[in-house]
């Protein structure tokens, strides 16, 4: 891996290891750092956990998806790597939102024992967020905002200019949201 990818921080999903982190390529060249008690604390919901994520320097989907890997027992770590790929519509090609990719992530672990349901669930997540936003496609979403779309290449540098200028931290946010009252009407995770 080359060093001139900065690492951030995912919190330790072991709460014995107040503060723990463990690191995970993203490409971006924000570092912040975090620790558990700041994200997917107990009295955050998913949707500030997501936004927080993704304003520490996550991709959209590692966002959305580390904001519910706790509740599947996933290792918040393997959470940010398996779905880093998914991160600026699909490799940054500004195809499908990531925020709704992570969503689909989580719908796997929440129903992937059948196939069947897993699709209804993110097909029934797809219209809700279709609704709220006009859209699933990254670009679409980011040219709906007035940002000039680029793909390919390596990811953006993150500050406070980037951050002003997208609706990417209140999409991560919706997305959780959303995902956190299916998930809560199905018993899937405690609202």
């Not at 900065?6 to 290891?17: D, V, Y």
């Not at 998914?86 to 196939?115: P, Q, T």
Request: hydrophobic share 35%.
């Amino acid at each position: 891996m080359s060093e001139s990818i900065n690492q951030f921080k995912i919190p330790s999903a072991n709460p014995a290891e107040e503060g723990a982190t463990s690191a995970v390529s993203h490409g971006c060249s924000q570092s912040e750092r975090f620790d558990s008690r700041t994200v997917c604390g107990a009295d955050k919901s998913k949707a500030e956990a997501a936004r927080e994520f993704f304003l520490s320097g996550c991709n959209c989907s590692q966002a959305v998806f580390c904001a519910f890997a706790d509740d599947f027992g996933v290792d918040r770590a393997l959470a940010g790597k398996v779905a880093c790929g998914l991160g600026g519509g699909l490799g940054r090609m500004r195809e499908v939102c990531g925020a709704v990719s992570g969503a689909a992530l989580v719908f796997g672990l929440g129903y992937g024992d059948d196939k069947t349901l897993t699709y209804a669930k993110v097909q029934e997540f797809c219209a809700r967020f279709k609704k709220e936003t006009g859209s699933v496609i990254c670009r679409e979403l980011l040219e709906g905002a007035k940002v000039q779309v680029e793909t390919g290449g390596k990811p953006e540098e993150r500050g406070e200019r980037y951050y002003r200028k997208r609706p990417c931290a209140d999409l991560v946010a919706l997305a959780a949201g959303m995902l956190e009252d299916m998930l809560g009407e199905e018993g899937q995770v405690e609202k």
